[in-house]
């Protein structure tokens, strides 16, 4: 436990401990060394003045020796008279033999009550006298000296035969006055010394605190302005200097600490609050800045447009050329994005190909659409990254505040509304937000949930579409195409469903679903005794990202016992980029297993041609919109004789899709088209109506036939009115 007194201390300013502390040792040194001093006085003193008494009690008792034997009272008086002169003698006494009084002298000054012997009587008796002389002999000197006289008793001797006694009582006042004067020089060397040692310990402790206390001042400085860059000068070489390079060698690696925490934390900051990528503002710095800007306008009661940009077909750019050209092609989307808006507006990247801008007191929806107009334009020019150039567009959806709403969120989602109307209007377009979009999009929701219990209840059905060969003009494969049979809004097709259900994680299921039934079909045509008919079934791309592709064909395969080489596996060019290597392997078993292998919508991607010969496929479907275009337009018939030749280089199978026309199969059949699959010989059709077809009539002759001999218009109706 402490006491009171040590806590005190230890709370002592440092400056006034180490004070205490050199006064304290000064102090008691002085102390100590002045009453040694004074003690040594003293007893030099008393021994000088006991020498004295005993030299003069010597004196008298050599002097009166003789006269005390033959009883001279005179010789004895004259022998002392001249003593008590001498003014600390205060009395004098000879004795006798017998040890009674014989002679006595006193000073002339006023009796001293304490002297034992001057009240004695001359006639006193021996013995009373020797008890007196006993009382004194028995003080000590100390104590008689101290209480104001001192006496000697001395035998005198003759012959060293005792013939009497001499007692000499003197007063003190020499020895107490050198005394005093004693003390006081110790009091004043203590009292100058002590002031020398003030002044001395002033400056020791100076030299002592100074430098901690410039350390201490030079810690809350740093400490109170964060200024890790400070440095202090070390003071000495001692502790204190170790203890100065200690406290920098501290600071730098704090500063050190302090700037990478300072930069780690602005690159959080960066992260936290902007895309990596593009620099652009993320999602959260963005919901900020328009929740600020919408708090702004509602005050000062301004219109501020949000807008939702989304780049058509990115995901194929990726698949094709590479993530790292996606993310060149999207940082030079940043670029010029930020070249269309005001500095007061935002920019920012929410993710993917997904931009949102949001723009200022607009004044009217007409300014709006000027900005979103401009937005669309931008992609008019090709983006050139390195050596090659890219053509990308962008869909637009634009929404106002306050009149299509008023939060953040609320905006955000009629911008995103809009966006997906502009990409259902053909995409490279914008679209202002209307509240009948809305409709729409709660519309997709509910189809949403439609689809989930569809795929459990089973609401589908398959419709085949025959393919051709153009020399036999016998149908060589049918493609499976799948009808949602929904049970209120009647037959869906799969451009109203497929995209849903790859959005909404159901694509896998439904085209198990789409193979199993398949399979299933063709078996039962093959036990029907028809021709061996190949089944073509789709596979989303979506599906492809599941790494179990082979095993679900596999499974299919097993569960109907359909022999591979009647299976044909179409996927979209962006599906066969996507994951090179994985699809590459997959693609290379599944035809090592004798399934078909083709590319549908051949010509609408990013595919280079020179490196198809890369994959595992059998045949390349080119897509209608190159077949419907090619009679009016020289580069689409350019396209699709380069495809035909380049296909037949690479000694792979070409089916032409959306054959309609006569002229389109005349066309087609000249440049060496394999195959065609259209409305020119069917329309999908249900299994029952496309098992017509495989006969062996020449179907292109019978519809080429009818197509010659009738109008144009009716013909079309009499070839399709054979689905
Ligand atoms: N204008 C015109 N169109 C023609 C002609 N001949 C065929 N078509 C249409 O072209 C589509 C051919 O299928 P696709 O290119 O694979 O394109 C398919 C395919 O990509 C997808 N799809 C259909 N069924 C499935 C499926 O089971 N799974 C997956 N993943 N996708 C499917 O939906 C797309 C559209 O299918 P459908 O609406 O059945 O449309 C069919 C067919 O009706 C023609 O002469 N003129």
Redesign the pocket.
Known sequence: MRRPGEKFIRNLPLQRKLMLIIMSCCTATLFVSSLFYVTREAKVLYRDQQEYLVSLADMIAKNSASALVFNDLKSVQDTIRPLTAKSNILAIYILNQEGRLFARYHAAEAEHAALPLEYLPDWASADDVARAVQQVTGEAYTSSFLSGYATVVQPIRLEREQVGTVVIQANAKGFLHSLRWTILVALGFMAVTFLVFCLFSARLQLMISAPLLGLLAAMKEISAGKNFALRVAKPCDDEIGMLYDGFNDMLHEIEERDQILRQRQAHLQQLAHYDPLTRLPNRTLFYDRLGQALFHAERSHEAVAVIFIDLDHFKDINDTLGHRTGDLLLIEVAGRLGTVVRSCDTVARLGGDEFTIFCQNVATPENAALVAQKLVTLFATPFRLGASEIRVTASVGVTLYPHDGKSVDELLMNADIAMYHAKGCGKNVYSLFDKKMNEHASERVTLLADLRQAIEHGEFV??Y?PKVDLLTGKVTSV?????WMHPRLGML???KF?RL??EGGM?AE??EW?MRTACLQARAWQEANLAPVRVA????PF?FQRQDVKQSVCAVLGATGLDPTLLEI?I?ESALMQNDEYTCRVLSELRDMGIIISV??FGTGYSSLSYLHRFPINTL?I??TF??NMMKSSEDQAIVTAIIAMAKSLKMQIVA????SVDQLETLKDQGCHEI????VS??VNAERVARFFTDEDHLQLHTAAAETLEGGVARQLVRGAE
């Open positions: 398959l419709h579409q493609e499976a195409l799948v009808r097709a799969p451009d497929i259900a790859e694509i439904l085209t789409v079934v789709n596979l989303s599906h179409e979209t549908d919508d479907k897509d209608r077949i419907l899709e959306g054959v309609e699959q259209g409305f020119l329309r999908p």
